[in-house]
């Protein structure tokens, strides 16, 4: 290392050497910025996944409820068919008993949950200093966590309802108080086993609905066969028509189980991302959150070919 | 909200209806004619509906409406108790039929324990 006193002939040394030290510094100074920047673009991918999959899973919900609209229309409009005086009428609103409105919300918060706190990390990443939730957003988590206070969250397996709602609140409860956390691995290891859980309630509802799907696809499925007789018997090839009609119908009117094992896939993928969080030093490319974009735009892909 | 047993017992029913349905709907795939197809397809959708009913009782999360929808459970289920011998009338093979009956059956022992 150059002295830095002495000018002269050896003055230009010295402005080289503080050059070079100024130079160690600024780049010094890049490379942390850069592994800051690297983590905030690791996080923002980790929420967008998540935003992603919530987006994916209620589309799913709303299929569900929608197959019951349409299984009860069609067991109405195969019975008029047959001739037995029923009302038919072709506006009729639905009302869903299998999963309700009601239920749906809760759903839809438990869904909230897995949100707010993917926008709790990135606000975390963000480094600025409004890391606070919005106003919306702190009633939202409030509202939830009063919720699980209660025990609203009802698991589909008696037991483990206990579990969930406390699992709800302590993830609440990181929302509320984000700012604590100097470290985004600090706090997605703070709550991965309560994701856990949620994720895990989420699943189970996805294969119980997956029972009822299945089987409104079969009961029209098997409607559609019943008339396609009839209609081969009176049109003869003519009737060919009408079963590529009943065949692109079915398709597209009832979602595949399929959709709700892609969707399960995802969820799989969003805790195994969260876990990949808690234990990086650093953002950059990590795989598991590339594995919860891709399986999250299979989700959207298989949803939006049902529609 | 339902208990684990009852839980149980209404996730074995479902399971047990599922699989009378799927044999009802082989049935109907194989099916030649409308009068045998919407024989069978009304037989399917006379249980699909018990399997509808078992779907709502599974999401309830308060104690009395779980009750109430327990015991139009058990009503609805005591009607299918006289299908027995309309489904060895329409399935007509003799083995299909008891295999459909006894899926029916063991469902209605699961909803009688509710």
Known sequence: MYPLIKFDERGIKVKTVLFLIATVFLLSGCAGMGGFTQMQDTVAKFDQGVHSASTAQMSLFHQVQAAECNRN????????????????????PCTNTELTDAQFEIRQKLLATITLYADALQTLASGTDDTNLSANSKNLVTNIQNLAKQQGFTAVTPS????????????????????????IREAASAVQPELTTVVAELKAENLNDVKGLASKKETFANECKTAILSARDSKHVASFLEIVEAHNNLQSIFPSPQNADQMNKALDALVAANQS???????GAIPEISDLISQVQRAVALANSSK | MPTLDQQTNLTNAIDAIRA???????????????????????????????????????????????????????????????????????????????????????????????
């Open chain 1, 73 to 92: 229309f069609y067991k109405l409009a195969f019975d008029f068919a047959q001739g037995e005086k029923v009302p038919l009428d072709l506006m009729a």
């Open chain 1, 160 to 183: 483990n309802t206990a579990a969930l709602n406390t699992a709800v609140v302590a993830i609440t409860n990181l929302i509320l108080n984000h700012v604590r956390y100097k470290e």
């Open chain 1, 277 to 283: 969080l808690a234990k990086a030093k650093n953002g």
């Open chain 2, 20 to 114: 009378a349905e799927k044999v009802l709907k082989q049935q109907i795939d194989a099916a030649n004619d409308p009068a045998t197809s919407t024989n069978l397809t009304n037989e399917f959708n006379k249980i699909d509906s018990l399997l509808s009913q078992l779907l709502q009782a599974q999401n309830l999360a308060d104690d009395a409406s779980f009750t109430n929808a327990t015991a139009a459970l058990q009503s609805h289920a005591n009607t299918l108790k006289t299908d027995e011998a309309k489904i060895k009338r329409i399935v007509g093979d003799v083995k299909i039929a008891a295999e459909v009956i006894s899926y029916i059956t063991q469902a209605l022992a699961f909803i009688a324990k509710l």
